[in-house]
């Protein structure tokens, strides 16, 4: 069985404050893919990253970085010098590479609040 | 179109009546699945559809729920006899096949369901 685990159910920082949203997942696959959504109050999830399970090197776009540790079977997502604008649900998720095995499994959510 | 369309954006219906969600994938895109989110919680999978394949119904929470598509187009979820759990953001993503998807999956707006 897979699982995508987010602690954190409410985060809430000061703005230029940096802040990071975990995820711990559980799968007996041995290649998967690991996926952050951001859902702004408008609802719609916006797609902001993917990760290969056997390319561990770490990536930062922008202000966005992802740390991904398979021994720890963590993928946690570090947001710098927060914005107003970074105030979303944050979803991590998981999904075996294998053919006919598409469907996502997402986390809880993390409810991320900048305030100004 | 550009994005995946889903109609209505909301819906009120009184418990027991019939309800049918519409979603309208990107074009091309061959894969399109169902989600469900409750209030403040994840994503809770329903169906699977790719291409002509038998759809993956796994997710689907009791027989009053199904969805169909014809071909790679428009998909219809219908709930029958609705009852107050089933309040809930229904949304709809779809993707290119697993092998040339790169970006996961994207989302529509979803339809907010009030059972009343």
């Known amino acids: 069985a897979q699982k995508v685990t987010q602690a954190q159910t409410e985060i809430s920082v000061v703005e230029k404050e940096d802040v990071t949203l975990d995820c711990v997942y559980e799968?007996?696959?041995?290649?998967?893919?690991l996926f952050w959504y951001k859902q702004p109050p408008s609802g719609e999830l916006v797609f902001l990253i993917r990760?290969?399970?056997?390319?561990?090197q770490n990536e930062i776009s922008g202000r966005y970085s992802w740390n991904f540790q398979k021994s720890t079977s963590s993928f946690n997502f570090t947001i710098t010098a927060s914005q107003v604008v970074d105030s979303a649900v944050y979803f991590c998720?998981?999904?075996?590479?294998?053919?006919?095995?598409?469907?996502?499994?997402f986390g809880q959510g993390t409810r991320l609040t900048i305030n100004p | 179109g550009a994005g995946v369309s889903q109609s209505p954006s909301n819906k009120v219906t009184e418990k027991g009546k019939d309800v049918e969600l519409r979603c309208d994938p990107i074009?091309?895109?061959?894969?399109l699945y169902w989600y469900r989110q409750r209030l403040g919680q994840g994503l809770e999978f329903l169906i699977y559809?790719?291409?002509?394949?038998?759809?993956?119904k796994s997710g689907l929470p009791s027989d009053r729920f199904s969805a169909e598509r014809t071909g790679e187009s428009v998909s219809t979820l219908t709930i029958q006899r609705t009852q107050q759990e089933d309040s809930a953001v229904y949304l709809c993503?779809?993707?290119?096949?697993?092998?040339?998807?790169?970006?996961?999956?994207?989302f529509g707006s979803g339809t907010r369901l009030t059972v009343v």
């Open positions: 993503a779809s993707s290119l096949p697993s092998k040339t998807d790169n970006y996961g999956y994207t």
């Open positions: 998720a998981l999904r075996p590479v294998i053919q006919g095995a598409q469907k996502l499994v």
């Open positions: 559809f790719q291409g002509n394949s038998a759809p993956d």
């Open positions: 074009s091309g895109h061959t894969a």
């Open positions: 990760r290969n399970s056997f390319d561990e």
């Open positions: 799968t007996r696959d041995t290649t998967y893919y």
